[in-house]
């Protein structure tokens, strides 16, 4: 079974913590810890959590990771 990975990236707010709840919620499991970073350009923190998931579908480079 193939395994998907994905990072998902936002500013350091409550949408961060629903993206990466609404991936929980439809089977990805976190991978790591994550990360934080200053984006100095536009003041503010920028948040980064890798996740993964096995899926049945064979892989290919135009599926859409967010929708699997």
Do not use: N
């Not at 890798?50 to 290919?60: F, L, P």
């Amino acid at each position: 079974m193939p395994t998907l990975y994905r990072f998902i990236t936002d500013d350091d707010t409550s949408q961060f913590c629903h993206r990466i709840s609404e991936a929980l919620s439809k089977g990805w499991a976190l991978q790591g810890d994550p990360a934080m970073s200053f984006d100095a350009a536009r003041g503010v923190m920028r948040c980064g959590q890798a996740v993964t998931k096995e899926v049945e579908a064979e892989y290919h480079p135009d599926m859409k990771l967010g929708q699997q």
